[in-house]
């Protein structure tokens, strides 16, 4: 349900990075959606349910699925992408 009020709002979003990062998890794609939308940290893991600690821990992961070097901020990128 998520996923498809999230595409209503943001057209192919997730298709696209879906094609250019085959390998993205489920989770990493929620992730995603949540950055997006420019939430905090903290409520991402309320959204989630997962803490705030495993929010970090999931943006790592996404770090390195998506190949991003420390410098570039990880919001930035997914805003533009």
Known sequence: VFERNFSDV???FLTR???EFPQISPAELRLCACLRMN???KDIAGL????VRGVEAGRY???KTLELDRKTNL???ILSF
Do not use: A, G, P, V
């Open 75 to 77: 919001t930035d990128f």
């Open 61 to 63: 992961r996404l770090r």
């Open 10 to 12: 943001h057209e192919e």
């Open 39 to 41: 939430i905090s940290t």
């Open 17 to 19: 990075l879906k094609k």
């Open 48 to 51: 989630l349910n997962i803490s």
